[in-house]
């Protein structure tokens, strides 16, 4: 301590400065040095060990990469990754050109020539190969999602190679390159699609254009199984759909509406895609030489109306025709293979499911009664003991202006109309209970008969019998016994 003299407070104590000791610098030095050292390697380990980061989307927007005339595209072929395969020329009159030997559905051929002679890119990923050259797995671009070759004027040959889908993007962008330049690029969805049609997309598949108006019988088999509908009306009659009958394997009178219905699947059948000609190879490996069942469509001949492509209705008359489907094996769980013509084609079974897979019960009518109250001309019943009453609906010819007049008579006796129709409406309404045992007959010749005549002359038969003391058994037309219902049920 050095003391000092001086001030008003006499001698201060001044403490001594130390000498600062520097013996454990080196170590410390040392230590900062090793760790800078470990992290400059780490640093350089994970630059060596990962590729660079590609510039990804660096230069968004789209860009046309090629652009020629549609006319300059003489030959397209397409590989797909799962195996398919196909190759299209251009003939000497000037469409493209399957090499199985058909010309290229038009629809299919506009889709390729576009796609073929505009292309383009909606991002550039890079434009350096060496930048994506060990990365080609990522884009799935190793063993390409589908690979094109697009010739031009029979000289000039292009080659596209399509990958995955940008795993880092919200957009259905797929990368791509081609032997025009290194680059990387993303396309859209469209453009992807355009060059994924697959070679049963190839050909044209023909319009079976069922007009459900105009079927007039329906044959379906399955196996050894067959059922069939047949229409007992002219196609022109205002309710045609309320006279259909199943006629095998029994006859019975089908359900308008469950008809309505039907025909409305028939006019939904539409054919996917083809898969190829009838040869031997062919049938056996799409089940066709053991087939699962047919379908016959017979039309009548009339008018029927067809959309054209400019969304305008034509009326067309039409000759009668038949429309024969075989349907064969499955593809996957949605697709059935169907012969027609001499050509096996593709059809969704989300169509043909609901023919193929029809049943009679479903289309067989609950009601007993199916001439509407204002077209009935007369009603006869009459029982096996010779009874018979019949009511006989006359109609008075108004003057101009008037109404027509109706009244009934039954036996020489005279009741107004209304009153009658109002008792056949509750004929109408009439259901059966429930199903007779399979193959059901009478015991007795004891039975009742109700006979409808029209005012076009048809007449409807309904026949009852006991079935026991509570139910009676019921045939429409002479056809089987399939249903009972309550004793009294149809009593006018």
């Not at 697959?198 to 196996?223: D, F, K, N, W, Y």
């Not at 009838?278 to 469509?297: F, I, K, N, Q, Y």
């Not at 067309?316 to 489907?325: G, H, I, K, V």
Request: glycine letters at 8%; proline letters at 4%; charged letters at 25%.
């Amino acid at each position: 301590m050095i003391r000092s003299e001086g001030g008003e407070h006499g001698v201060q104590d001044i403490p001594r400065k130390r000498k600062r000791s520097f013996r454990h610098l080196p170590m410390i030095l040392i230590l900062v040095s090793a760790a800078a050292l470990v992290v400059l390697l780490y640093a350089l380990s994970r630059v060596q060990s990962q590729p660079q980061t590609l510039p990804e989307a660096r230069k968004s927007g789209t860009r046309m990469l090629l652009s020629v005339a549609q006319e300059d595209v003489t030959r397209i072929r397409t590989e797909l990754r799962d195996g398919d395969s196909w190759t299209v020329t251009r003939g000497e009159d000037g469409h493209l050109w399957d090499e199985r030997g058909f010309v290229v559905d038009p629809t299919m051929e506009q889709i390729l020539l576009r796609a073929a002679s505009q292309i383009e890119c909606v991002e550039t990923v890079s434009e350096q190969t060496e930048q994506y050259a060990s990365r080609l797995a990522e884009f799935g671009l190793v063993v390409p999602d589908i690979t094109v070759q697009i010739t031009y004027g029979g000289t000039r040959e292009v080659e596209l190679h399509i990958g995955d889908r940008f795993a880092s993007s919200d957009m259905a962008y797929y990368y791509m390159t081609w032997t025009e330049d290194p680059g990387l690029y993303g396309i859209d969805y469209g453009t992807r699609q355009d060059f994924a049609i697959s070679s049963a997309m190839l050909h044209s598949v023909p319009e079976l254009g069922i007009q459900g108006s105009r079927v007039c019988r329906i044959e379906l088999t399955r196996g050894e199984e067959s059922l069939v509908w047949a229409l007992d009306a002219d196609i022109q009659d205002t309710n045609a759909s309320d006279y259909w009958n199943l006629t095998s394997p029994f006859e019975y009178p089908a359900d308008g509406t469950a008809m309505q219905h039907f025909l409305s699947a028939l006019e939904a059948l539409t054919f996917g895609a083809y898969e190829g000609p009838a040869t031997e190879d062919t049938l056996a490996a799409c089940g066709l030489d053991t087939p699962r069942g047919s379908l016959t469509v017979s039309l009548a001949a009339g008018m029927g109306t067809s959309v054209q492509a400019d969304g305008s209705v034509q009326t067309t008359e039409f000759p009668a025709q038949t429309c024969t489907l075989v349907i064969g094996g499955t593809r996957g769980n949605f697709v059935d293979y169907v012969l027609y013509e001499h050509e096996i084609y593709r059809m969704s079974d989300l169509t043909l499911g609901p023919v193929f897979r029809k049943t009679a019960e479903e289309t067989l009518s609950r009601y007993l009664v199916r001439t509407p109250a204002d077209e009935v001309e007369s009603l006869t019943i009459r029982d096996s003991h010779g009874r018979e009453e019949t009511y006989t609906i006359h109609s008075t010819i108004p003057d101009q202006g008037q109404e027509t007049e109706k009244q009934v008579e039954c036996q020489g006796s005279v009741m107004s109309y209304e009153a009658w129709a109002a008792r056949y409406s509750r004929l109408e309404q009439v259901t059966v209970s429930g199903r007779l045992p399979e193959g059901w007959v009478p015991e007795t010749g004891e039975k009742t008969e109700i006979l409808i005549r029209d005012n076009t002359g048809r007449t409807g038969t309904i026949e009852l019998c006991p079935m026991d003391a509570t139910y009676d058994a019921v045939s429409i037309d002479g056809g089987a016994w399939v249903f009972y219902l309550p004793h009294g049920a149809l009593e006018l």
